[in-house]
T-cell receptor, first 107, second 114 residues
């Protein structure tokens, strides 16, 4: 079945540094979704990417969907302490989640 | 407006007991999902309802797990003969379409089996 893998598993940055997490699928995805889960919280939808090569921005967050629709990335520019949490990508089939990248930010 | 709610927020039960976890989706959302999440892992799919019917229950780990959604809104996840390995946070999510639509998650029920 579909598998979604994320790297890195953990990332610790100084406030103001950039952060990127990568998501790779074993199969072509019709779409990919990104979620953020704060410590002790539940996943919150960030964005859905559908088109090959699509790039979407939300303030300091940039999301990309690969040309082959098998990989995706989330890049955060100039991290802030409010960015702390675990970022998950999820494929469409049964919303298969990756293991997530846990981001910690040192103020 | 009201989001997805789940009750109870915490449940501690003894090994071998039966538990029911409830999910109240956003009003009007036709799709409802159950996941479970262990510490340090992503949510693991259990079952998906479209309306009243289970469209996909392939994620249920074994026949001790069962879920219903009799009127197409509230859903109950039922676990029989609980085992310590069932301890996890059980998340419910709803959306207004299939899996290609944004899913709204509830706060989860933390189940601890002692």
């Amino acid at each position: 079945g579909q598998q979604v893998m994320q790297i890195p598993q953990y990332q610790h940055v100084q406030e103001g540094e950039d952060f990127t997490t990568y998501c790779n699928s074993s199969t072509t995805l019709s779409n990919i979704q990104w979620y953020k889960q704060r410590p002790g919280g539940h996943p919150v939808f960030l964005i859905q990417l559908v088109k090959s090569g699509e790039v979407k921005k939300q303030k300091r967050l940039t999301f990309q969907f690969g040309e082959a629709k098998k990989n995706s990335s989330l890049h955060i520019t100039a991290t802030q302490t409010t960015d702390v949490g675990t970022y998950f990508c999820a494929g469409p089939e049964k919303l298969v989640f990756g293991k997530g990248t846990k981001l910690t930010v040192n103020p | 407006g009201a989001g997805v709610s789940q009750t109870p927020s915490n449940k501690v039960t003894e090994k071998g007991k039966y538990v029911e976890l409830r999910c109240d989706p956003i009003s009007g959302h036709t799709a409802l999902y159950w996941y479970r999440q262990s510490l340090g892992q992503g949510p693991e799919f259990l079952i998906y309802f479209q309306g009243t019917g289970a469209a996909d229950d392939s994620g249920l780990p074994n026949d001790r797990f069962f879920a219903v959604r009799p009127e197409g809104s509230v859903s109950t996840l039922k676990i029989q003969r609980t085992e310590r390995g069932d301890s996890a946070v059980y998340l419910c999510a709803s959306s207004d379409g299939g899996s290609s639509y944004e899913q709204y998650f509830g706060p989860g029920t933390r189940l601890t089996v002692t």
